[in-house]
């Protein structure tokens, strides 16, 4: 139901029926042929560059190849009017009974409406959010939990089969620190004094209850054995415990993952996962002993002016090589990465998607380049970076967490606003752009707040159901009904609404192949914008209203209309993970 997509192949046929030839005198490549919404609306409903892309490789002048299109596509009965426009665009006006019988289409898919077979069933792992269970979530995690959730919600509504994923860092040295700073709390809660937390622990409260968990279980059993047995008890209770409170985080911004990955199972078996990818790789020549060129700048934990076991990442896309083995034998952190995305390559994926904060520039080079290394190309990789969040009230910087004492959690941010504000509002800026959140703005209930605008269109929809139930008592408005009236379609405020919704497939398509989920919270404000608009048309002109007490027919033609805005505003919040609410409260 893409039209775009649908007036893409009409165009091409029409060009077709001209018999264009290139220079060697081939048929012209019209793979370049784009039609989307002219830049001005009062120009057409769709504008055409098939003129301006063919009209060299053709050999012919653009303005008078275009004439030419636009006389081919006359004929067409969906459309109105082709004219040419500037140095070659034609554009493209639309009949009533076009938008008419699209509308009726749209009513009849009904919030399925935008769904995409682009797509085509292809295996796709999304990795975000991913933070170290080593405490509460903070807001920087919150900006990727929803990039990442909404992108995933994305890419299976266009046709993909989509795998959400989180892997938890459960090996390294943050979780030695932890397991200490879990047994310090430990013997806080069998009663001795502490006194402050030692520099390098970490200080947060959130470890008092992992902290009296263990000393309801063990008692003082854990005081008795050998400390490196007793650290392990308590590393392993303390990350569960972790994990625990990070679902719950989470579930309360409506983000629930499919797989959740052990990265301590890459270093299990003397960490056979690890050196079966590094032996993959070795076969196929990517490994060898060298020694790397100290970096210029600060020198990197794993750097070492001696011999080492490199992944010769320069070849394929890195700027440098990659230490896998260190000079002891150990093992680096990327030997990790190595061996975890071998695996998700053995799971069958197509695409892979890691969602990082902005602190993981320095990765997405490596990463790229290990994907075309493991898969030999195959299997395509993205990086989508978070840039960072900075939180305000009432324009005034927000610093202190109340739990975590030096950052503001996840958790926090949710009950104070709200679930739907929030995830809204993270998808209001591109993930690559640095993002302002205003505790007031986001709750405030005013056209200028986003989330609150497009919530509001919602409930309007909703609300003019309503109406209609009191002025037409014991109607129905089945759908089919509303779809039978709407020849009644005509004003040209009802047409550029049908005109918005009809850009919806195509938003879709191209939010998911781009990777870009904020367009969707950019489209939605746009519909609500419109919405609004038409509405407020009838506040001045009683004729334009949605509901016209003395004409029955109409009235069910506008009530479709505002039926179809609900359904891709349900669908569209839907993907963002929020509420389309039918009353604001």
Not at 264 to 278: P, Q, V, Y
């Amino acid at each position: 139901m893409n039209i775009f997509a649908d007036f893409t192949s009409r165009i091409s046929k029409a060009v077709e029926s001209l018999d264009l030839k290139d220079k060697e005198g081939g048929a012209v490549d019209l793979s370049r042929i784009a039609v989307e919404p002219p830049r001005d609306a009062s120009h057409g409903d769709l504008a055409t560059n098939a003129a301006m892309v063919l009209a060299k490789p053709a050999g012919q002048n653009p303005r008078v190849l275009a004439e030419r299109i636009a006389d081919a596509l006359k004929g067409d009965p969906d459309i109105a009017s082709a004219d040419v426009a500037g140095p070659g665009f034609v554009n493209l006006r639309l009949t009533d009974a076009f938008w008419q019988a699209h509308l009726s289409a749209l009513l009849a898919a009904g919030t399925g409406y935008g769904r995409s077979e682009i797509g085509g069933g292809r295996k796709v792992n999304v990795e975000y959010v991913s933070a170290n269970p080593t405490g509460p979530m903070h807001v920087g995690h919150c900006r990727g939990a929803v990039v990442g959730d909404t992108l995933a919600n994305l890419l299976a509504f266009a046709g993909y089969k989509v795998t959400k994923e989180y892997v938890i860092n459960d090996a390294g040295a943050q979780i030695d620190v932890l397991g200490r700073s879990a047994f310090l709390r430990y013997r806080e809660a069998l009663g001795e004094e502490i006194g402050e937390i030692p520099s390098g622990l970490y200080p947060g409260d959130y470890l008092v209850p992992v902290g009296q968990a263990l000393a309801s279980e063990f008692g003082r059993s854990l005081l008795e054995m050998d400390e490196v047995e007793a650290l392990a008890i308590v590393k392993d209770r303390t990350v569960d415990a972790m994990m625990a409170m990070i679902k719950e985080d989470l579930a309360l911004l409506n983000v629930h993952h499919d797989v959740f990955f052990s990265e301590r199972t890459l270093h299990a078996d003397n960490a056979r996962a690890i050196r079966s990818a590094i032996a993959d790789l070795t076969l196929k020549g990517h490994i060898y002993k060298g020694k790397l060129p100290p970096p210029k700048g600060e020198k990197p934990d794993d750097w070492e002016d001696r011999e080492q076991t490199l992944f010769r990442s320069t070849a394929v896309g890195d700027d440098m090589d990659r230490p896998l083995v260190k000079s002891d034998g150990s093992y680096t952190y990327f030997a990790a990465d190595v061996a975890y995305l071998k695996d998700k390559v053995s799971r069958g994926f197509d695409e892979l998607i890691y969602v990082l904060g902005a602190d993981h520039g320095g990765y997405v080079k490596r990463l790229e380049a290990l994907a075309k290394a493991v898969t030999d190309g195959r299997v395509r990789l993205t990086v989508l970076l978070c840039q960072l969040v900075k939180l305000f009230r009432n324009g005034e910087p927000v610093r202190m967490s109340k739990r975590a004492g030096d950052f503001i959690t996840l958790r926090e941010v949710v009950e104070e606003v709200g679930r739907d504000p929030v995830r809204f509002m993270m998808l209001y800026r591109k993930s690559d752009a640095p993002l302002d959140f205003d505790f007031a703005k986001v709750t405030e209930q005013s056209k200028d707040n986003p989330v609150f605008y497009v919530q509001y269109a919602s409930a309007r929809c909703h609300s003019v159901f309503r109406q209609a139930a009191e002025q037409f008592p014991g109607e129905k408005f089945e759908r089919a009904d509303l779809r039978a009236a709407l020849s009644g379609l005509t004003d040209e405020g009802e047409v550029g609404l049908i005109r918005k919704l009809a850009e919806y497939p195509r938003l879709v398509e191209q939010a998911a192949l781009a990777h870009e989920p904020h367009r969707l919270a950019f489209y939605l404000h746009d519909l609500a914008s419109a919405f609004h608009a038409h509405w407020n048309r009838g506040t001045d002109n009683p004729d334009l209203r949605f509901v016209k007490v003395n004409d029955r027919q109409l009235t069910y033609a506008r009530l479709g209309l505002v039926q179809a805005v609900s359904d891709v505003l349900t669908s569209g919040l839907t993907l963002i993970g929020a509420e389309a609410p039918t009353e604001m409260r």
